[in-house]
């Protein structure tokens, strides 16, 4: 997750969330569901559940800029922080890269006193499986004038959820998959060395395996 190279900047920390899937960055101490997340200067918040609408996928970031204060007018939506990711663009040159990572999981885990979490921020037995990959392409459509650049990122964990409520002596471990499927792709054309315009799109699927049941409700 792009985000996480943020906790180490000034006035940046990793945010406690009242739910898992909760924002995880905070900015200057306030409420996670208060940063504000954008795409190249454009909003990418996600109204209702707080955070990034769109999961920016590793592969389509060229930087990610962190505004912690007194920052322009052009920046709004929060009093809080904000977090721009400039995505990355086509070039004359073919150009590309394919790359995957492996968490094994418990064949290599240490053990660990503290409660362990899956990366969404639900609670698993000791170790947890992941497998990323993904690949990018970018090029020219007409040289100088015309680009494009595509990305598409799969991110797999396996894991065993705890079902855990003494009160009706359950102790179980669900099997859970997560699954993040995130696409994106956009257009550049040069009218002048003044005036361009970008045609972009950017969709992700997501899938959440949690546990279910207990006193506090859920499926």
Do not use: C
Not at 41 to 67: A, S
Not at 151 to 164: C, H
Not at 165 to 171: A, R
């Amino acid at each position: 997750d792009i985000t996480r190279l943020l906790f180490r900047l000034p006035n940046v920390s990793q945010a406690t969330g009242f739910y898992p899937e909760a924002p995880n960055v905070a900015i200057n101490g306030a409420n996670s569901l208060f940063t504000n997340y954008m795409i190249d200067g454009l909003d990418n918040n996600e109204r209702f559940l707080g955070g990034q609408k769109f999961r920016i996928p590793v592969g389509f970031v060229q930087d990610v800029t962190v505004l912690t204060n007194n920052f322009s007018a052009e920046f709004g939506n929060t009093a809080n922080g904000v977090i721009n990711v400039t995505t990355r663009s086509g070039r004359n040159e073919t150009h590309g890269e394919v790359f995957a990572v492996t968490r094994p999981g418990p064949v290599i885990d240490s053990e660990s006193p503290f409660a362990q979490r899956d990366l969404s921020g639900n609670q698993v037995k000791n170790g947890f499986q992941r497998y990323q990959g993904g690949f990018a392409l970018g090029g020219a459509l007409v040289k100088n004038k015309t680009f494009y650049f595509i990305n598409a990122e799969q991110i797999i964990d396996l894991k065993d959820n705890l079902l855990n409520v003494p009160d009706l002596g359950i102790n179980e471990t669900v099997r859970g998959v997560n699954r993040f499927t995130l696409l994106s792709g956009k257009i550049d054309h040069n009218w002048s060395d003044n005036f361009r315009t970008t045609v972009r799109i950017y969709t992700g699927l997501v899938n959440i395996d949690r546990q279910g049941g207990g006193l506090e409700g859920g499926t």
